[in-house]
């Protein structure tokens, strides 16, 4: 290899070593609603573009279910739009079935034609005159991670070797965005003995994006013949609907919607589960030290009453005092 070609080869590979570092180095230290903004800015000077959109979907027969999606310098215009348009998208659909794929487009040669005129002038619209698409699905699913960059100006065509840069950066791109979540996931808490909780990301639609081995074994304690891949659809439901959280038989699980994602942690369900929110209030308040007189004045009541329902109390946690309490009460934190 003649000297030049060699010193370029070697600039290029310590670029990219260094775009890495610096992308796993973002996931690590960045929170979830920055992450992938800063990852767009990372990439556009070695790979440029003028905006993007980042996401998660299941194929259907009039085009794509989008599960989750992160806009780069686009408007949700364009996604509610879309929707009218998607069973014209020959690019998406080119990737069904087909496992991985990376490929660039011309907007104005793709979808030429008659047929394609209401599609080609919501991309135009939309300065969507170049694209590349880079996917990773999983044919038996249907289920597919995909990103996709616009160029605005029509002269700008995506050059095969940009095809194979962008396929190149495309699992790393996966791999540090599900890194970020589980970071973020992880700042979600212990349980008040150090336990760590089961921890788990699923999206609004059931699907589950990452789970550790608690949080199976709980789910599976708690919903017999339950598949790990959704959510069970009472779980989903209640998690929807009540937005609180979902006390169960075996467990107890807290929600966290974040970037349209419920962030979902679990824990056994304990004894101290089963007690009042007026129960909970005074065994806080026993905790903390307060003295039965103290805990009376509080709620407007006499000693003799506040003592009866602290001894109550013990006998629904099987505790016969405050250091028990303390314990079983560090199980709900």
Known sequence: ??????????????????????LYRLSQELPIDLFQDAVMELIKPVLPFDAAMWGTATTASEGIDVRTLHLHQKSPEMMIEYEQHKHLDSAAASFFGKGHGTRGFNSERWWSGAANAPF??????????NIFITMDSDPRTNFMQWISLFRADPDAHCETEEERLLASLSPHLMQALAM??????????????????????????????????????LMQQEFSGWARQALPTKLLEHFLIERTPYLGAQLVMTPRLEQRLLFLSVRPRCRADNLTARERTIASLVCKGNTYKEIARTFDRSPATVRNQIQTLYAKLGVDNIAGLIEEMRLVE
């Open 1 to 22: 290899m003649p000297a030049t070609a060699a010193s370029q080869a070697q600039h290029t590979f310590a670029s990219m070593s260094d775009l890495l570092l610096r």
């Open 120 to 129: 080609l002038d919501y991309v135009q619209r939309y300065d969507q005159n």
């Open 180 to 217: 970020n979540r589980v970071m973020h996931l992880d700042k979600l808490g212990t349980v008040g003995t150090g336990q760590r909780r089961g921890n788990a990301i699923a999206d609004l639609h059931g699907a589950i994006y990452h789970c550790d081995v608690a949080f199976i074994a």
